[in-house]
């Protein structure tokens, strides 16, 4: 099917807006957490749940602390948060892979419920301590202190377990770990893993019942996502030898960027709570350091993820570059050149925006407008953006930002993406990150 992307919605004020957001969340709503699509991602997601609740804590306080809380009981016993926590009371089928395909309960340390075995960006630190300040008391800080050990937990995991170049930074092992899963950024070390799009025939992909396959991942890359989970869950999800079995190792900047960002924000959770900032600071120092060091590219003035396994930065310039910039203490030289990166042609970024943040490079020859991670605008990576933009000094650039974020969800609705030339809705049409961050961006004017 190749569906012409349409507009819809059209909100003419921003009470009906917010109404609809509301809405939206609302109806994705499963007793303790909010799916993020019923068609697409009918499970609970782990980044989508953090940006979730950052919208819940405006409109749903409550749920916005349950809706972490059932995340982290699914946290295994190593530290991970698992990406993906399955609803069993839903058939199979209802999602590709589904839980027959991790098998995460055959591995050691895994939670009793089906879930996955990968991560994903540890945005969840951020998002309890921005619930906080929308939502204090007393709840809110009864939920801190219910979630501080197990935030602790998810970062000890990654440095514990996933500095495979043991350089202070965090390694995926698949796309899927990124967010961005089919982004440019992970087209090279993606050509180095051995798989053939004929596998697919064994399965049926979910995502092409409910989606246009022109804008979904294609089947060699479906064939690819599955090869890594193999290998991965052959091993029982067991991080030790990364190096020797895994196929894809990459150090990806936003997911970085959210790890130094996780330490920001238990610093001050700490200090909320009664405990000690001063290893949290100290760690997030680190990062910082370890992130300009190992992925800043003086030569392109942007972060570039590192191919590990090849021992190079990979030269596609994606918007992940720009995500750094959440980092408060992102020294001023690289923070100046994310701006200017922003502000580029590839990117747009302006006080007055034309057009949507891409989520790839528009001018790069493979910018692709419907596909997914690979141009697509989302509303995640643009508030992540924007909050860099702030902490760096350039409200104009920020405000710009948010307009035209608001502008694409009042044009569209709480679409999952929006098409970077035009604004037009695609993917799910009642996406929850989308609803919840708009919610956020409307409560948050500078
Ligand atoms: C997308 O990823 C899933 C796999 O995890 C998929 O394509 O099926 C990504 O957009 C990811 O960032 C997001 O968390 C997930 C659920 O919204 O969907």
Do not use: K
């Not at 009470?15 to 909010?34: F, I, K, R």
């Amino acid at each position: 099917m190749t569906a012409a992307p349409t507009r819809t919605g059209g909100f003419t004020t921003l009470g009906a807006l917010s109404q609809h957001a509301v809405t939206t969340l609302d109806a994705n709503w499963e007793h303790d957490h909010t799916v993020p699509s019923r068609t697409l991602y009918p499970h609970q997601w782990s980044w989508d749940s953090a940006f979730i609740a950052i919208g819940l804590a405006h409109v749903r306080p409550e749920r916005a602390w349950r809706e972490l809380a059932s995340l982290f009981r699914a946290q295994w016993a190593d530290g991970r948060v698992p990406h993906i926590v399955f609803n069993p009371a839903l058939r199979v089928g209802a999602y590709f892979p589904g839980p027959e395909l991790w098998r995460s309960t055959d591995a050691q340390g895994a939670p009793a419920g089906h879930t996955s075995g990968l991560v994903q960006p540890p945005v969840h630190a951020l998002a309890a301590l921005l619930a906080y300040r929308r939502a204090p008391e007393p709840v809110g800080l009864t939920a801190l202190h219910q979630l501080y050990p197990a935030l602790v937990a998810q970062q000890r995991y990654l440095a514990d377990r996933r500095d495979v170049a043991g350089d202070g930074l965090v390694c995926i092992v698949h796309p899927w770990e990124s967010g961005l899963d089919n982004s440019p950024a992970w087209d090279d070390p993606m050509a180095a893993v051995p798989a053939e799009a004929a596998v697919m025939r064994a399965y049926r992909r979910h995502d092409t019942a409910h989606a246009d396959a022109a804008h979904r991942p294609t089947d060699l890359d479906y064939a690819r996502y599955l090869a890594i989970v193999a290998a991965y869950r052959e091993h029982g999800y067991d991080d030790r030898d990364l190096a020797d079995n895994q196929p894809f190792l990459v150090e990806c900047p936003l997911f970085n960027a959210a790890y130094g960002a996780a330490e920001h924000a238990l610093a001050e959770i700490a200090a909320l709570i009664g405990a000690d900032p001063g290893p949290h600071r100290a760690r997030a120092t680190q990062i910082t350091e370890a992130l300009v060091r190992r992925l800043y590219d003086p030569a392109t003035g942007t972060f570039q993820p590192r191919d590990v396994r090849a021992g190079r930065l990979l030269g596609a310039r994606t918007v992940l570059g720009l995500t750094p910039l959440i980092l408060p203490d992102l020294p001023t030289r690289q923070a100046d050149a994310l701006v200017v990166e922003a502000r580029s042609a590839r990117f747009g970024v302006a006080a007055r925006m034309d057009r949507p943040l891409p989520s790839h490079d528009r001018t790069a020859a493979d910018f692709e407008p419907l596909r997914y991670w690979r141009g697509p605008s989302w509303l995640n990576i643009g508030w992540l953006v924007r909050r860099g933009l702030l902490a760096h000094g350039h409200p104009d650039l920020a405000e710009g930002l948010r307009q035209s974020m608001i502008g694409l969800v009042a044009g569209a609705g709480c679409h999952e993406y929006f098409h970077p030339d035009t604004g037009a809705g695609l993917g799910s049409a009642a996406f929850s990150w989308t609803a919840a961050l708009v919610l956020d961006l409307l409560a948050d004017e500078e």
